[in-house]
């Protein structure tokens, strides 16, 4: 029997259908292949594959906030801070609330000394998100003090160490501010828990032996260069893992 007038029309409109719905069944199944992908890459750390599929994943899906967010992380992950800040724009554009993507646009641009724009980001999760976290105060206060407002920088990191008391670096970086301000006491206690919290980080010792100079404290700023030394030992040469 040979199909005619409106019969026709409708088995021809619901093959339309069916095919448009397999083909978008297809896309989404790609998509979702691609950037489950991309996240395993990211856990094995391998930033390429990552940014691979989940470019992938942007283009059978381009309004896909998280794949950008997530490819944005994993150029931070190789130092790319242009296309770090371009990702994480387009992610926030497409999903306002994504707080990764403003706490890595933010980092990515203290690294590029674009601190006005990096504290604009922080000031948008410390106002708006819930809880806060560490990370929103530690950045802006990393970007206080890249501008030389050391109490600003003092006050964040201070917030920062309350949300996470063992954040090594947030002692550091205050105490690189309260050293800035002449506080040489407080530094020193800081830096101090800072090489409590990571013992194999040089930098700390570095920090309190300068803290101890400017004390007039001589022997105990030897001891602490001497540990520098013996943390950038490699290896094979005795010293600590790095």
Not at 2 to 7: F, I, Q
Not at 56 to 73: C, F, Q, V
Request: aromatic content about 6%; charged content about 30%; hydrophobic content about 40%.
């Amino acid at each position: 029997m040979v199909l005619t007038g409106a019969p026709r029309r409708l088995r021809l409109l619901a093959l339309i259908v069916m095919l448009a719905l397999a083909a978008s069944c297809a896309r989404e199944k790609a998509h979702t292949d691609a950037y489950e992908r991309g996240l395993e890459a990211i856990a094995n750390n391998d930033p390429d594959l990552a940014i691979a599929c989940f470019g992938e994943a942007i283009r059978a899906d381009p309004k896909n906030a998280l794949a950008y967010a997530n490819r944005g992380a994993a150029y931070a992950a190789k130092g790319d801070d242009t296309k770090v800040i371009a990702d994480c724009t387009e992610a926030i554009r497409l999903d306002p609330q994504l707080r990764d993507a403003y706490i890595n646009r933010a980092q990515a641009c203290i690294n590029k000394a674009e601190y006005d724009r990096a504290i604009a980001d922080c000031n948008i999760l410390i106002e708006k998100s819930t809880p806060v976290t560490a990370k929103s105060y530690y950045n802006r206060g990393l970007a206080y003090l890249s501008k030389g407002d050391d109490l600003k920088a003092v006050a964040d990191f201070t917030e920062a160490i309350k949300i996470s008391p063992k954040l090594s670096k947030a002692y550091g970086n205050r105490g690189i501010a309260l050293l800035k301000l002449k506080q040489i006491d407080l530094a020193i206690g800081d830096f101090t828990e800072a090489i409590h919290l990571a013992p194999a980080d040089a930098n700390g010792y570095a920090l309190r032996a300068k803290a101890y100079r400017a004390q007039g404290d001589d022997k105990n700023a030897a001891e602490d260069e001497r540990k520098v030394q013996e943390l950038k030992k490699t290896p094979a040469e005795g010293g600590a893992p790095r």
